[in-house]
């Protein structure tokens, strides 16, 4: 595939459509660099206060952790950091406390054992602002916390500003906060909607993201509201354990718009799904109209291109995605950049305000970019355009999101590193989950941005840790190269079965490069090495979760 050279001018006319400020790098340094650690032995032990309940840690009482450190315990710093996302339902709905807080321990001390430098905690609107905007209940997220401080665990918070799950028979179900849901019911319009009308609640429409439509807050007020609560709450924690926040920006968390709905979406990794273009909904279309007329061509006003039908799912069959479709015309430019334009904007906003939020802290912030190669293979990557990325055979549509992730001292997330080419063409043909992750990773080199990693598929076997590694090593390999990470998804009972975490352990020993921990940790009975726990004990001492 031909990408466009980085220096070559982007399509001009999203400056037509609306202006567009330019801000300058700000000040806020983050800083990589490793962590040093000093030689010492000490026991720490936490017990979270909580005047109104006596199930600050346990669900019989306290639970006191204590870590004895003999020396040097964050050797693995030297090389790629390996960190676990928690289990969805970490935080009991609606009560929000910490589940299974015993379980939760004992896998802590598994990961410590196994050298994985965090955990990622996913910090759900819909479950710490619930009931009433402005209210908010952290206790649970605050338990997690200190049981990782406890353990040695790093922390990485999510932002999760996106519904969970399918629907309430989900066990995962986690919807946008109540009053929010409310205020979508009466005005559908709040939901992005594609040509058909049909309504989807995973986000907010990024349409409406300034506009007072949430009890006389727009969107990003409350979402800034939210992070700053968070930063309030959560300021003992930052830059010590929690080391990292990673803002969500769309459906799933990542900057996009939901094409494919998410019931869909476990079948699209799979599938030649095309996609729906999100906005038909009347603030969209406001504003493609307000951009239309910008240039003096209403006609372009009615909203999405015609012929971008999906339901052959081959763009061959489509006129709008064709080899030689519309997508390459005056007016499918038009429509493109204005559609991927108001995705850029609306990461820029919400990068902007957790910039300003954060500065000062030693914390790095990340935003999270979907791994969509299902039609990389094709000259058009309908799904791409369909999710907003105005990425095609012609065009390089990655970089300008690394650009506006780069001014704000943004870390890059993606899906999908385990994936490849060879097994994903089995089944469709034009997927290349590798060229997409590679282009990726050549935009954040490009604009010297760190990187984190990420699986889509749940379980992993060798031959895609195998592949993680390669993938690292071909982001990493080079003088000056920004830091790399990886973000496991995710700890739940499969990954602390015999074999799988056999396979776990060896990939964060190969990611980190270190051959043995020396830690120790109080068990209660008696000092135990982390080095001379096998897998088998390690794995076995945690319970079904």
Not at 35 to 45: A, G, K, N
Request: charged letters at 20%; proline letters at 6%; a neutral charge.
């Amino acid at each position: 595939m031909a990408i466009t050279s980085p220096s070559a001018p982007s399509f001009s006319a999203l400056s037509i459509c609306y202006n567009t400020t330019e801000y300058s790098t700000p000040s806020r340094s983050l800083n990589f660099s490793p962590i040093q650690t000093t030689r010492s032995r000490f026991t720490l032990s936490c017990r979270l206060n909580n005047s109104s309940s006596s199930n600050a840690l346990d669900g019989d009482g306290d639970l006191r952790y204590e870590l004895q450190h003999g020396v040097s315990t964050h050797q693995r710093r030297r090389g790629l950091p390996v960190f676990v996302s928690l289990p969805v339902d970490a935080v009991r709905l609606p009560a929000g406390t910490m589940k299974r807080k015993k379980v939760m321990a004992q896998s802590f001390r598994a990961l410590v054992a196994a050298g994985v430098e965090g955990v990622v905690m996913e910090v759900w609107w819909g479950l710490v602002e619930r009931e009433l905007p402005r209210v908010y209940n952290w206790q649970g997220y605050l338990e997690i916390v200190v049981l990782a401080k406890c353990c040695g665990l790093k922390v990485r918070a999510v932002m999760a500003f996106h519904q969970c799950g399918t629907g309430p028979d989900d066990p995962f179900w986690i919807p946008l906060p109540r009053w929010v849901c409310e205020e979508m019911n009466k005005d559908p319009d709040l939901a992005y909607s594609d040509r058909f009308g049909r309504r989807n609640m995973e986000y907010i429409s990024l349409g409406c993201d300034v506009l007072p439509i949430l009890h006389g807050r727009s969107p990003i007020q409350a979402y800034s509201e939210f992070m700053r609560s968070f930063r309030d709450t959560f300021i003992p924690f930052l830059g010590g354990v929690i080391t990292g926040i990673q803002v969500g920006m769309g459906p799933a968390g990542e900057l996009r718009y939901p094409s494919c709905p998410i019931q869909k979406l476990a079948w699209t990794w799979r599938s030649r799904e095309l996609g729906e273009f999100q906005c038909y909904d009347k603030y969209m279309l406001a504003s493609l109209n307000a951009c239309a007329g910008e240039i003096g061509m209403r006609e372009r006003a009615n909203g999405g291109p015609i012929g971008a039908s999906n339901l052959m799912q081959d763009p061959e069959s489509t006129e709008f995605f064709k080899s030689d479709g519309s997508w390459n015309t005056p007016y499918g430019e038009f429509f493109l950049a204005w559609y991927s334009g108001m995705l850029l904007l609306h990461g820029e906003r919400i990068c902007r305000e957790a910039e300003t939020i954060f500065r000062g802290l030693e914390v790095n912030l990340s935003g999270k970019v979907a791994g969509i190669h299902w039609h990389y293979g094709t000259q058009s990557h309908p799904s791409e355009l369909t999710a907003g990325y105005y990425n095609t055979s012609i065009r390089d549509g990655l970089l300008p999101i690394a650009r506006v992730f780069g001014r704000y001292g943004f870390t890059m997330c993606c899906t999908c590193f385990e994936m490849q080419d060879a097994e994903e063409q089995q089944m469709n043909p034009v997927s290349s989950p590798e060229g997409f992750v590679k282009q990726l990773l050549l935009a954040t080199r490009i604009c010297d941005i760190p990187l984190q990693g990420e699986n889509s598929a749940s379980s992993l076997d060798d031959e895609s840790f195998q592949q993680v590694l390669r993938m690292s090593k071909f982001y990493s390999d080079g003088p000056g190269t920004p830091t790399f990470s990886f973000n496991f998804v995710r700890m739940d009972k499969n990954l602390f079965e015999y074999r799988n975490w056999v396979s776990f352990t060896r990939f964060v020993r190969q990611m980190s490069d270190v051959k043995s921990f020396r830690a120790k940790l109080g068990f209660g009975e008696g000092d135990m090495p982390l080095s001379s726990l096998s897998a088998s004990a390690t794995a076995g001492a945690v319970l079904a979760y």
